[in-house]
């Protein structure tokens, strides 16, 4: 039986990439720079990773994906490689938020988020606020009061300034009165590690990079920043069931380098869809806790729109753009 749905799932990826090539007639013909805009060991690596390896499994594409990451600058320095992508049909990037806050953040950058090729979102990932099994915190209220007791001396570590991460500092802070510290890092693996070493006092990673550290005990989560509680947290409560009408999602996609042509666009679309439907990614999405159903072209361009306007108007609130 298990052999019977290998072969079909095969045959399945074979002919909708059979599909692909015929409908724009482009296929990759050297290898293909797969960026990420965030450093090693965090959620968009490890997805970068895995998606790579499912592609690379089931022999979806022509050439290999090459992973690449480029974490400087909250992720500028990957937007600025995409748009200085010398072969666009070649280049695609797996994006975070810090798609949309840092070209707002850094308009010298001169980065339009819209003249990207719209391939694929794989997933909206989730946050969830942890802290040390050793802190004697068992409950968000308990988090709150001594958050508060401390001041600016607790310190919260998460990936890059002025995005996913502080944007829900910077709500906590302004919300309940904390004066809690921020500290930038290049990933969230590294967060998740210093949290787990105690170098940090709490963070908000997502579910997947702190999910080690949790199962190891290390770790409590508090509260998810999420509509519904998360199936593998059914205890941890939602930071609406709290009385605050507030969530917050990441974007996982994939997208193009600006100039990419639409046969190369129509190629890496069908790819996705692939590993999107395959039964690895949706065994990673469960186990992850990562939402969302897939989006591409006009959808894909819809939800850009959407959200840099709400982080445009998160970031005016918080005074990091004007």
């Known amino acids: 039986m298990k052999l019977f749905k290998s072969m079909a799932f095969g045959l399945a990826a074979m002919g909708a990439l059979t599909a692909a090539q015929s409908a724009g007639a482009f296929e990759p013909t050297k290898p293909v720079d797969f960026v990420i805009m965030a450093g090693k060991g965090g959620g968009a690596d490890k997805m970068a990773r895995l998606m790579q390896s499912i592609v690379e499994a089931n022999g979806m594409s022509s050439r290999p994906l090459v992973p690449v990451n480029k974490s400087g600058g909250s992720g500028a320095e990957a937007l600025v490689a995409m748009m200085n992508a ?71 570590g998460g990936t890059g300034s002025a995005q996913e991460d502080q944007i829900i500092t910077n709500y906590l802070n302004d919300t309940y009165g904390l004066e809690i510290k921020y500290i930038p890092y290049k990933g969230g693996g590294a967060v998740a590690k210093d949290l787990a070493g105690r170098q940090i006092n709490s963070s908000v990673n997502n579910p997947s990079e702190a999910l080690g550290f949790y199962e190891s005990g290390d770790v409590i989560p508090l509260v998810a920043f999420t509509d519904e509680r998360l199936p593998m947290f059914p205890d941890v409560p939602t930071l609406r069931e709290t009385g605050q009408e507030f969530a917050y999602f990441m974007q996982r996609a994939v997208v193009g380098a600006p100039g990419m042509s639409d046969d190369a666009l129509a190629y890496y679309t069908a790819l996705f869809d692939q590993v999107y439907n395959s039964p690895e990614w949706q065994k990673y999405k469960s186990d992850k806790s990562l939402l969302g159903d897939y989006l591409n072209g006009d959808g894909l361009r819809d939800y850009w729109q959407t959200q840099r306007e709400r982080h445009e108007t998160i970031l005016r609130a918080s005074g990091d753009i004007k």
Do not use: C
């Not at 695609?92 to 988020?113: A, C, Y």
């Not at 909206?124 to 968000?140: A, N, P």
């Open 86 to 156: 010398s072969d666009p049909d070649h280049a695609i990037m797996v994006t975070l938020n810090s798609f949309f806050t840092t070209p707002l953040r850094q308009p010298g950058l001169g980065v339009d988020i819209m003249t990207f090729a719209p391939v694929g979102r794989m997933a909206e990932d989730t946050f969830v606020l942890w802290v040390h099994k050793d802190e004697g915190i068992s409950s968000f209220d308990e988090f709150l009061a001594e958050a508060k007791d401390r001041g600016s001396g607790w310190v919260m």
